[in-house]
């Protein structure tokens, strides 16, 4: 199977060969032309010396003597005056000498026109070529002689005419080799000029080709390290097309790519926060059961009052880290239960009043003012709407300095219903930022680092978002609603 590249070098080899054979032809048809007209010539030139050989002997054979008269003249004049473009006369077989001359159309007479000069001079080489071959003339036999001009080529012929005399005669004829030089026929002009097009195109298709398959095995190894590398257009419109394709068909690939990585990435942290769900709940349930049994007897010995004062402070202590153990066995069986109850419509302007007020007494201890502003409702489950903003509460008091204020934003945006918690504590350091979703990360040194991830979890089982934003200074954690069908 041939390629394009091979097709077009046999095109541009077929166009090469066409040029020389046709140029071979030409060259052919031309000389053949040219001896066909010499032939002729040589044939009217013998015709026509015949003819006044014959003019002059019909006149009786005293006719043919040295001295031409007035009629024989006129009867000259006559015969040569019928043959366009010829010349003729009469000479001395001895000598060569030029007895009489007559021609048609050199040396026409300016006030006679058409008419044919008695007076006909010939040129030096053509009366050199006359007296030769008037002196060469045999009864019997024709002299003939060829004189080559820059323009044409002059044929002579003699023929004896009695003892004395010689009939001559003179044919011109213009050929293709007496053409001036750089005069070319137009047919062998245009034929080169539509074989060298011919030559020029076939070249440049094969550049174009042979440059834009390049660009095309580059573009494809630099797809192959990154599929959204741009792809040159080559000239060729045919290969620019499937650069253009070749280049889409990347764009495709390359978002396929990443929309498969995201789902992967996705299922990647839904099965392993779906596996540490489980593991969690089950931990939750052995851990729960022995830390209630912790306390109680703690609790019982601390009522005793037969602990000294050192005993009293540890078992105090003992209390406080049951109490966050068991804060944290909720935190992990909250995350396994996060399918909650069904959505309804919630004001949540009146909710953000409800849960400042559960917090307001927190917030006065820590120094930080609590404000709601804007309205707005949306679908969703109410308690895990209410525990998310409980969460976002207490984390923005304990982060908010003393005299600042904290805000709860409703709004509507865009169709979308959201509430955010906004305060002036410092944020989660920018390097940081990426595990702040992420199960038991937390900035704080008695955290449990499970608040947020179980708030963002609970959230998105009902279609809702938890987003992070730091703007002027301001935390503002965001939960957004789908917007209204």
């Known amino acids: 199977m041939m390629s394009l590249r091979q097709r077009l070098v046999l095109v541009l080899v077929l166009g090469l060969s066409t040029l020389v054979i046709a140029l071979v032809a030409i060259g ?21 010396a015949q003819t006044l050989v014959d003019a002059l002997l019909a006149r009786g054979p005293g006719a043919a003597a040295a001295e031409i008269d007035l009629e024989q003249r006129r009867a000259l004049r006559s015969i040569v005056g019928s043959n366009a473009g010829g010349a003729g006369g009469y000479c001395l077989r001895d000598k060569g000498e030029i007895v009489a001359s007559a021609s048609r159309p050199w040396a026409v007479d ?15 080489d053509l009366r050199e070529a006359v007296e030769r071959i008037c002196r060469e003339a045999k009864p019997g036999d024709t002299a003939q002689a060829r004189v080559d001009h820059p323009r044409d080529l002059a044929i002579l012929a003699a023929i004896p005419a009695g003892d004395r005399l010689a009939a001559w005669f003179i044919t011109r004829v213009r050929t293709q080799s007496g053409r001036e030089v750089g005069s070319w026929p137009i047919e062998i002009v245009a034929l080169a000029v539509a074989a060298l097009a011919l030559v020029g195109v ?9 440059r834009g398959a390049a ?10 390290g990154d599929l959204r590398a741009p792809v040159p257009r080559p000239r060729a419109r045919e290969l620019r097309e499937i650069a253009a394709g070749l280049e ?48 109680l007897r703690l609790d019982l010995l601390k009522r005793s009052g037969e ?11 003992c209390l ?29 302007a009146a909710l953000g009043d409800e849960r400042i007020a559960r917090a307001a007494l927190v917030a006065d201890a820590a120094g930080v003012r609590l404000r709601r502003e804007g309205t707005a409702s949306a679908m969703t489950d109410r308690d895990v709407l209410a525990a998310a903003l409980d ?46 979703f992420e199960p038991f990360f937390t900035t704080k040194p008695e955290g449990t680092g499970l608040g947020l991830w179980i708030s963002r979890l609970l959230l998105e089982g009902k279609g809702a978002s938890l987003g992070y934003a730091r703007e002027d200074g301001r935390t503002r954690m965001t939960i957004r609603f789908a917007a209204a069908g």
């Open 307 to 317: 602990l000294g004062v050192e005993s009293d402070e540890d078992v105090a202590a």
């Open 215 to 224: 660009d095309l095995r580059t573009a494809l190894v630099q797809l192959e």
């Open 28 to 48: 052919h048809v031309f000389i053949s032309a040219d001896d066909a007209r010499e032939r002729a010539a040589e044939a009217n030139a013998e015709v026509g």
């Open 202 to 210: 076939a070249a440049d298709a094969m550049l174009a080709l042979r």
């Open 391 to 436: 969460n976002l509460l207490r984390n923005a008091i304990e982060a908010s300095p003393r005299g600042s204020e904290i805000v709860i934003r409703v709004g509507d945006v865009d169709g979308a219903p959201s509430i955010a918690v906004d305060d002036a504590g410092p944020g989660i350091p920018e390097e940081r930022r990426a595990e702040l």
């Open 248 to 295: 889409t068909m990347a764009a495709h690939l390359a978002d396929a790519r990443d929309r498969e990585r995201a789902l992967e990435a996705t299922l990647s942290r839904d099965q392993r926060l779906a596996a540490l769900g489980r593991v969690a709940a089950g931990v939750a349930h052995e851990v729960r059961n022995p830390l209630a049994g912790m306390k």
């Open 110 to 124: 300016a006030r006679k026109p058409g008419r044919v000069s008695e007076q006909h001079v010939l040129a030096p």
């Open 320 to 348: 406080g880290e049951i109490d966050r153990l068991n804060r944290l066995v909720e935190s992990l069986l909250s995350a396994s239960r996060t399918k909650g109850g069904e959505a309804h419509a919630v004001d949540l």
